[in-house]
């Protein structure tokens, strides 16, 4: 009768030969060998198992099929593995250049900034000593008044220059601190793309680590199989390699927009950071004084001196937006009022006039060079040829004004020096219906229509046409470093937005800052662009101050 019994080492030899596999794996139960697989209780089982507890309904497979189907959907997996692999290495790639090129052009960026300002140190100091050659020049005719003379001017120069070095220097900090901060932004950017990059690489190894381990063994690789599948399906469904190339294509065209510009506004040196669209953040609010019944922005005469009259009295005032002071500068006449306002210089300011009573085929007086005072220095007329009543104006790259009357197709161009028209620009197939704004191209931005704004050139050839159905009633203001459009509009009721837009009329963002208008107001106001770069909006009550950060 015990011959009829295996041995342990005849259970031993049986688990090793069967299908070629050198199986040791048995039933913890029974100690046989497991040879199906249940798929109703998704667990593998011996034969006595199969025989006592797991017949129908439960519904069994061959214990080695189901180990060479699941050895193969692992398999099938590691063509996708190794592909993905390969997406994220060239992804990896693609952050070291992408890093590389940012680094590269915020340098070229910064060279080019401090060439500028060492050029300008340079020209300080040339006058510098010039201007002491030509003292000591003068000196030498009286030695003993002239010296004493000589020493105080020499002091008051060199305190002079001193001041303009240290502007200078201050200028060139703040940009340079400026291009820091937008390249920390792109550092902190990439440096998180790239740890998260790093992470998904060795996702991909413990994965492929872990199927390397499971397959070792049958037992391991039924029971680990599923969830090992499940995570790959997971994974790869998170197109994790897309979505990093996306956010690098954007942080190379922000990082590409960023330029160092300069120019002269209103006489005056100006330069910043800009060219990227960034976020406006509202820094500042100036108070209107309550005397001002109804305020009306009508323009901005230097970086941080603002005009707004009084729509009731026709009243001028000055808003410092620094000081947070407003000061009353014309007392208004009921027939007559400003349009508009420019900064020709330093000292000379131009504003262009609505009058109620204009005759005759002259517009005598309607426009005015005033002293930073506000004393008159001349008054300039054009041709009237009937339509509004209104003249509107600006000062062009050239320092030269620029005149035109409401419901006319004629832009003047006009010398401050001796108030004389010097061109004519005729526009094709539109009328004025509103302010003008010179470019630094050259070219005039032109309201010719409730929501619409004409870029023409110098000859009167339409550019761009500006509009959209959005803007209900609008203004525009140009940013004269960069000839970027700023439209400021009434979106619904009480509510006030601007758009961002190019000078070839291409909007490239909308709604950058929004605010409430009060009841106080009656008009609405333009949006100002300061030579620094800064947004001022108006509500009503206040002069919000806006200024631009980059973001990615």
């Given at each position: 009768?015990?011959?009829?019994?295996?041995?342990?080492?005849?259970?031993?030899?049986?688990?090793?030969?069967?299908?070629?596999?050198?199986?040791?794996?048995?039933?913890?139960?029974?100690?046989?060998?497991?040879?199906?697989?249940?798929?109703?209780?998704?667990?593998?089982?011996?034969?006595?198992?199969?025989?006592?507890?797991?017949?129908?309904?439960?519904?069994?497979?061959?214990?080695?099929?189901?180990?060479?189907?699941?050895?193969?959907?692992?398999?099938?997996?590691?063509?996708?593995?190794?592909?993905?692999?390969?997406?994220?290495?060239?992804?990896?790639?693609?952050?070291?250049?992408?890093?590389?090129?940012?680094?590269?052009?915020?340098?070229?960026?910064?060279?080019?900034?401090?060439?500028?300002?060492?050029?300008?140190?340079?020209?300080?100091?040339?006058?510098?000593?010039?201007?002491?050659?030509?003292?000591?020049?003068?000196?030498?005719?009286?030695?003993?008044?002239?010296?004493?003379?000589?020493?105080?001017?020499?002091?008051?120069?060199?305190?002079?220059?001193?001041?303009?070095?240290?502007?200078?220097?201050?200028?060139?900090?703040?940009?340079?601190?400026?291009?820091?901060?937008?390249?920390?932004?792109?550092?902190?950017?990439?440096?998180?793309?790239?740890?998260?990059?790093?992470?998904?690489?060795?996702?991909?190894?413990?994965?492929?680590?872990?199927?390397?381990?499971i397959n070792q063994q049958d037992e391991t690789l039924v029971n680990e199989a599923p969830q090992v599948l499940a995570s790959i399906e997971e994974n790869l469904s998170l197109n994790f390699h897309q979505d990093v190339s996306g956010c690098l294509d954007r942080?190379?065209?922000?990082?590409?927009?960023?330029?160092?510009?300069?120019?002269?506004?209103?006489?005056?040196?100006?330069?910043?950071?800009?060219?990227?669209?960034?976020?406006?953040?509202?820094?500042?609010?100036?108070?209107?004084?309550?005397?001002?019944?109804?305020?009306?922005?009508?323009?901005?005469?230097?970086?941080?001196?603002?005009?707004?009259?009084?729509?009731?009295?026709?009243?001028?005032?000055?808003?410092?937006?620094?000081?947070?002071?407003?000061?009353?500068?014309?007392?208004?006449?009921?027939?007559?009022?400003?349009?508009?306002?420019?900064?020709?210089?330093?000292?000379?300011?131009?504003?262009?006039?609505?009058?109620?009573?204009?005759?005759?085929?002259?517009?005598?007086?309607?426009?005015?060079?005033?002293?930073?005072?506000?004393?008159?220095?001349?008054?300039?007329?054009?041709?009237?040829?009937?339509?509004?009543?209104?003249?509107?104006?600006?000062?062009?790259?050239?320092?030269?004004?620029?005149?035109?009357?409401?419901?006319?197709?004629?832009?003047?161009?006009?010398?401050?020096?001796?108030?004389?028209?010097?061109?004519?620009?005729?526009?094709?197939?539109?009328?004025?219906?509103?302010?003008?704004?010179?470019?630094?191209?050259?070219?005039?931005?032109?309201?010719?229509?409730?929501?619409?704004?004409?870029?023409?050139?110098?000859?009167?050839?339409?550019?761009?046409?500006?509009?959209?159905?959005?803007?209900?009633?609008?203004?525009?203001?140009?940013?004269?470093?960069?000839?970027?459009?700023?439209?400021?509009?009434?979106?619904?009721?009480?509510?006030?937005?601007?758009?961002?837009?190019?000078?070839?009329?291409?909007?490239?963002?909308?709604?950058?800052?929004?605010?409430?208008?009060?009841?106080?107001?009656?008009?609405?106001?333009?949006?100002?662009?300061?030579?620094?770069?800064?947004?001022?909006?108006?509500?009503?009550?206040?002069?919000?101050?806006?200024?631009?950060?980059?973001?990615?």
């Amino acid at each position: 009768m015990a011959s009829k019994f295996q041995t342990k080492e005849d259970k031993d030899k049986q688990l090793r030969t069967r299908k070629g596999h050198d199986m040791t794996w048995s039933c913890d139960k029974h100690g046989e060998p497991i040879t199906f697989f249940c798929k109703q209780h998704k667990i593998p089982i011996c034969h006595k198992c199969a025989t006592k507890v797991h017949q129908k309904p439960c519904e069994l497979d061959d214990i080695e099929d189901v180990i060479f189907e699941r050895r193969g959907n692992l398999e099938e997996k590691q063509p996708l593995i190794e592909e993905t692999k390969l997406l994220l290495q060239k992804v990896e790639s693609k952050i070291n250049a992408v890093s590389s090129s940012s680094s590269k052009h915020l340098q070229t960026v910064n060279d080019k900034l401090q060439e500028t300002f060492e050029d300008k140190l340079k020209n300080v100091k040339e006058r510098e000593v010039n201007l002491i050659r030509v003292i000591n020049e003068e000196a030498d005719e009286e030695i003993r008044k002239i010296n004493e003379k000589r020493e105080k001017r020499i002091k008051d120069c060199n305190i002079d220059i001193e001041k303009e070095q240290t502007t200078i220097k201050e200028r060139e900090a703040r940009l340079l601190s400026d291009t820091k901060t937008i390249s920390d932004e792109v550092t902190k950017k990439i440096n998180d793309l790239t740890s998260k990059n790093q992470h998904a690489l060795n996702t991909m190894k413990n994965i492929e680590s872990t199927i390397t381990r499971i397959n070792q063994q049958d037992e391991t690789l039924v029971n680990e199989a599923p969830q090992v599948l499940a995570s790959i399906e997971e994974n790869l469904s998170l197109n994790f390699h897309q979505d990093v190339s996306g956010c690098l294509d954007r942080i190379q065209s922000e990082v590409e927009r960023v330029k160092f510009v300069e120019g002269e506004v209103g006489g005056e040196y100006c330069c910043r950071i800009d060219g990227y669209i960034g976020k406006w953040e509202l820094v500042k609010s100036i108070h209107i004084p309550s005397g001002v019944n109804k305020p009306w922005v009508r323009g901005l005469i230097s970086d941080d001196e603002i005009c707004v009259e009084d729509a009731k009295n026709h009243d001028m005032y000055v808003t410092n937006i620094n000081t947070q002071h407003t000061q009353k500068v014309i007392d208004g006449v009921s027939n007559m009022g400003i349009t508009s306002c420019a900064p020709l210089n330093r000292n000379v300011i131009v504003c262009g006039k609505w009058r109620c009573d204009w005759k005759g085929d002259r517009l005598d007086g309607c426009i005015t060079l005033y002293d930073r005072q506000w004393k008159v220095i001349r008054d300039i007329s054009i041709p009237r040829n009937g339509g509004g009543n209104s003249v509107y104006v600006d000062v062009d790259r050239d320092g030269m004004i620029l005149a035109a009357q409401y419901g006319q197709s004629n832009i003047y161009v006009i010398n401050p020096g001796d108030g004389k028209i010097v061109n004519t620009i005729t526009m094709q197939g539109k009328k004025v219906r509103g302010g003008i704004q010179g470019l630094s191209s050259g070219d005039i931005v032109v309201k010719t229509g409730r929501n619409e704004f004409t870029v023409i050139s110098r000859s009167g050839e339409k550019k761009a046409v500006i509009h959209c159905d959005e803007w209900r009633e609008s203004e525009c203001r140009v940013d004269k470093l960069t000839d970027t459009i700023y439209i400021t509009y009434r979106v619904a009721g009480k509510t006030y937005a601007v758009d961002q837009v190019s000078r070839d009329g291409i909007i490239q963002a909308k709604t950058i800052v929004e605010y409430v208008r009060s009841d106080r107001v009656i008009y609405l106001s333009p949006c100002l662009v300061t030579p620094s770069g800064n947004l001022v909006g108006f509500d009503g009550d206040k002069l919000l101050l806006y200024k631009k950060t980059f973001i990615l």
